[in-house]
């Protein structure tokens, strides 16, 4: 399996309106290597451990000066008059999520936001002035049904509350490791959304952030999106396009991550009567194949890899069971990553399987997709079809070997930590194509 991967940290940088490259583009190619920021990138192979770091820049611009190599842009300042040494530095860690309705009443709201971004519905430019009112059209249409499925699972999305635990936790390991952050959540489709994290983060004076989405593989639908948010922020912003800042782009091929997963499956395997009998299923989050094949997304790389290397992990414990890969929560009429979950189960009654464990391998926090979707949808699908043992392995939520991880990440990352973007001041007219964070060696 060839596949694509990230090895973790990528400061964001900007790309020259002549290196932008269309999503509409099919391209495999390389996210430009320059002096001019330090990053570690996605890179294919079949054996990662662990994210690891490139070498820290080895020349610094003159003071305030944009500066270009390869068609990449940053705004570095110099050592001697950058804000981080003189004044006491103040670490801050943002951490991106999807967001998710509290109440019934605010899931056609959310279905609005979802769908009016240009990175969930892509429409050729031609027709982009129909972004927000086809939004509005299918959040409408869409709504009565989301909010049954809202309503089956008490109401509302628990997102909010989880990512907030997950902050605290983070917050508490780094601060067990001698290192005092502040920790954001910024969502992006809802409450508190990615520019209510960012307004605090300049009132608390942040002089240096890792940005954290908690999505273990990139996509352009996921990370790209919201990386895409904070880059508009920046750029209109002094302070904030001269603040040294990290992307953990990706994370699924951590050895931490990927030993927390192979626990979770182990542990829930021991709860059938048979765990050796029993089909792994892994179901991930889809994306329409045009992303993949014309613009370049690497998830579905990424998730293939993921699930190989969390194979190797139960391997190596003695764990050989049977799996396979399905995508689910497709929605419109463009073809989707194949296999569809519904499908397969569906296949694999019909094949004789009798016990079968999900593991909801894209989503690190449970939400409407694994408590509705994955816990009823398919687990009713899955019996009505000839299944008879259904399990399924909880998200990681706070697990803690998890939230160590993560807090790991951050260590990890802060050395590399570059200004985002050009100052607003600059006449350059630039652009970020989150597809550049790509990267093939």
Known sequence: MEAVSCSGVLPLAKVSGSEH??????SSMSYPETRSFTSTHCRSSKHLKGSQLLNSINKRNPVGQAFSSAGVYTYVESEAESPIHAVEEKVGVLLLNLGGPETLHD????????????????????????QRPLAQLISVLR???????????????????????????????LEAKNMNVNVYVGMRYWYPFTEEAIELIKKDKITRL?????????????????????????????YLSSLPVSIIQC???RQGYINSMADLIEKELQSFSEPREVMIFFSAHGVPVSYVEDAGDPYRDQMEE???LIMQELKARGISNNHTLAYQSRVGPVQWLKPYTDEVLVELGQKGVK???????????????????????????????????????????????????????????????????????SSKEVSLDPVTFKHQI
């Open 143 to 173: 709504a009565p049904k989301s909010k049954e499925g809202y309503a089956a699972i008490g109401g509302g999305s628990p997102l909010r509350k989880i990512t907030d635990e997950q902050a605290q936790a983070i917050k508490e390991v």
């Open 107 to 130: 899931v056609q709201p959310f279905l609005f936001n979802l769908f009016a971004d240009p990175d969930i519905i892509r429409l050729p430019r031609v027709f982009r002035f129909l």
């Open 210 to 238: 890792v940005v954290l989405p908690l999505y273990p593989q990139f996509s352009i639908s996921t990370t790209g999106s919201s990386i895409r948010v904070l880059e508009n922020i920046f750029r209109e912003d002094a």
């Open 306 to 308: 993921c699930i190989y």
């Open 251 to 253: 994370w699924y091929q």
């Open 355 to 425: 016990n079968l464990l999900a593991v909801p391998v894209s989503f690190v926090s449970e939400h409407i997709e694994t408590l509705e979707e994955i816990d009823m949808e398919y687990k009713h699908l899955a019996l009505e079809s000839g299944i008879e043992n259904w399990g399924r392995v909880p998200a990681l939520g706070c697990t803690p070997s998890f939230i160590t991880d993560l807090a790991d990440a951050v260590i990890e990352a802060l050395p590399a930590a570059m200004a985002m973007t050009t100052p607003p001041s």
């Open 21 to 26: 490259r269309n999503f509409n583009q099919k």
